[in-house]
């Protein structure tokens, strides 16, 4: 009895490999239908979209339902204004957060901000879009340009605060500690010297912000709304990207869909040119992340 | 070295003893800046949910709990409920995850164990940019490409064979349903359980596979233990999925077909809390209309807060479990 568990036959021995086997196969199958869809996704943007990358897709306005041709000019600025805006609130405010969890908040204090944070990259940015509307939209009684960036403000401030926070807790102890030592001041330490330490990967957190905020649509749905002309005033209804690519693709014309597709292209460029960029100065500040 | 030497004896000892103040004031002045910064946070969110909840009082008042389970939702006559929005929302999330799960899954375990160097920095990379790519781009390709392509390979023979013996896909088969929707939520919440299942597998200690490879296992069956071991973890990234694709609104109302009726068959439109208010907020007109949308994004809201808040909770037991290794 004995020995014949110590030593089984040989087909539990083969079964245990092949069971092996099966296993690497699956999982290095489900890693390529998992990155399947965004192929599809790029190639079918570029097939698409490139046909409608025109002249007049950058410089002109929407023409009139009907027409044929214009093009989306006033919603490309209109998204730069709106997460323009949108950053100068949320960056100062996420890099101070982030630098007031890491460098003066209690453990608990610390602990509630970071949860507080997670909670809040977790919500479904159209209730953002919600609050702005009866924040912002209600009392003044019409869409704005403000109302867009309250919201994307406020989708923007988590990711600042938690890479800020993250990249500010690697750098070493021994360089707050030295900068004190020398009886600098302590705003001057973290300004001057931890900041700079940490340069790189709170300029990584600014551009996923940014990223991020640039394609969202949902908040603007009934904040910033749209607007086929230019805008004048940033107190009026405004153009965005990703509505205008809304508001297109699902239209019935045929030539509305073509410019939806190249919206698409132009955000899809835009968010994988910003990922690579931030893979590439991530990788450069690698040491600080090895033990 | 002579550089750094003259910046630290000049610069900061000079400042310190010419201008004592500076020290204090500016110390006082930017830990306050930080502070309401922080402040200014934890308030956010409290003034999203309070306004919420302020914002759909009187569609509470009018209603009351039955907003939750009634189906019928006519503006006109001003009857508002919200049971095809929660049973739509939990559908396409729920099939959405079991599409998504195994393969997350699978994916995150190839990109700990077994692929190294870089193959496994670009398949993280190429993960990253999958959960990059904006919701309405995914709308954009889902409405003229995914959609169709259901219809026909999948949604007409499943319909044409089994339509008959099985009422989930019962016919008439159409191309935005609930299916397609559950497909391009599966794509979206793919990447997010994947980076934070990796991340917890990355968390599992080094010894326990030597451990289990030292006995005599084979890898597949050291993977099997550190699974195991990470499996609240792992439960953890898939509830932070499921509140991704509770939330997730443009993709989905491009190919749901936005019908407010409970339809049993999968192959049939449906319609989601997030974008019943992303199609109607605009065109509500009545104050009861607006607050009944602003209810179904309180239902919205308190539902994700608590879904992200048990996802959390499970993924940083696990994290501080292991930290100290």
């Keep these: 009895m004995i020995e014949r568990r110590l030593q089984p036959s040989p087909w539990v021995e083969y079964r245990r490999r092949i069971v092996n086997a099966l296993g690497h196969g699956v999982v290095a199958l489900a890693t390529v239908v998992v990155l399947f869809p965004l192929i599809a996704v790029i190639w079918y943007t570029l097939r698409e979209g490139i046909p409608g990358l025109t002249w007049d897709f950058f410089t002109q306005l929407p023409k009139p339902v009907g027409e044929v041709g214009g093009g989306m000019a006033n919603a490309i600025v209109g998204s730069g204004i709106v997460v323009g805006l949108a950053s100068l609130v949320a960056i100062p405010l996420g890099i101070l957060a982030g630098i007031f969890i890491s460098e003066y908040a209690s453990a608990r204090l610390a602990a509630a901000i970071r949860f507080v944070t997670e909670v809040m990259l977790g919500l479904p940015s159209i209730l953002l879009g919600i609050f702005a509307y009866a924040v912002v939209v209600k009392p003044i009684g019409h869409f704005s340009a403000y109302a867009g960036a309250a919201a994307l403000a406020i989708v923007m401030l988590p990711i600042v605060i938690k890479t800020t926070e993250e990249i500010l807790r690697l750098v070493p102890r021994h360089i707050r500690e030295a900068g004190l030592a020398l009886g600098i001041p302590q705003w001057v330490v973290v300004l001057r010297i931890i900041l700079r330490a940490a340069s790189r990967g709170i300029v990584t957190g600014i551009l996923l912000a940014v990223a991020r905020a640039a394609g969202e649509t949902a908040p603007l749905l009934f904040t910033a709304l749209n607007n086929r002309f230019w805008h004048t005033t940033l107190d009026q209804p405004i153009a965005t990207l990703p509505v205008q690519i809304f508001t297109y693709a699902v239209a019935p014309y045929e030539d509305w869909h073509r410019q939806a597709w190249a919206g698409a292209l132009v955000l899809i460029g835009l968010v994988l040119v910003l990922s690579i960029v931030l893979r590439l100065v991530v990788s450069r500040t690698h040491f600080e992340h090895e033990q | ?325």
């Design chain 2, 1 to 325: 070295m002579a550089a750094e030497v003259s910046s630290v004896r000049t610069v900061p000892q000079g400042r310190r003893f010419a201008y004592p103040w500076r020290g204090a004031v500016g110390n006082t002045v930017f830990f306050g800046l930080c502070l309401i910064a922080g402040i200014v946070v934890l308030l956010t969110l409290l003034a999203v949910i309070a306004q919420l909840v302020v914002e759909s009082r009187p569609s509470i008042e009018a209603f009351g709990i039955g907003f939750l389970t009634r189906s019928v939702w006519d503006p006109v006559a001003e009857e508002f409920g919200a049971l095809p929005f929660i049973y739509g929302t939990l559908v396409s999330s729920l099939l959405a995850l079991l599409l998504a799960v195994p393969l997350s899954i699978g994916a995150a375990v190839f990109l700990v164990e077994i692929a190294r160097g870089w193959v496994r920095s670009v398949l993280s990379f190429l993960i990253e940019a999958l959960a990059a790519v904006p919701s309405v781009v995914y709308g954009v390709w889902g409405i003229f490409v995914l959609v169709p392509w259901l219809l026909e390979h999948v949604s007409m023979p499943l319909a044409e064979t089994w339509g008959e013996a099985i009422p989930l896909v019962a016919p008439p088969a159409t191309g935005p349903s609930m299916l397609s929707a559950a497909v391009i939520l599966a794509i979206m919440v793919t990447p997010i359980i994947t980076s934070v299942a990796r991340d917890v597998l990355l968390a599992i200690p080094r010894a326990q596979r030597e451990a289990a490879l030292a006995l005599g296992s084979t890898r597949w069956e050291a993977i099997r233990t550190v699974i195991g071991t990470a499996r609240w973890g792992i439960f953890g990234a898939i509830i932070l999925g499921l509140g991704r694709a509770l939330g997730e609104t443009m993709a989905v109302t491009m190919v749901i077909g936005n019908d407010p009726s409970i339809h049993t068959s999968l192959l049939q439109p449906a319609y989601t809390l997030a974008s019943v208010i992303a199609n109607e907020f605009t065109e509500a007109t009545t104050p009861l209309y607006v607050s009944a949308l602003i209810e179904i994004g309180l239902v919205l809201l308190l539902t994700t807060l608590v879904v992200n808040i048990v996802a959390r909770l499970l993924v940083w037991s696990i994290a501080r479990r292991y930290s100290q290794q």
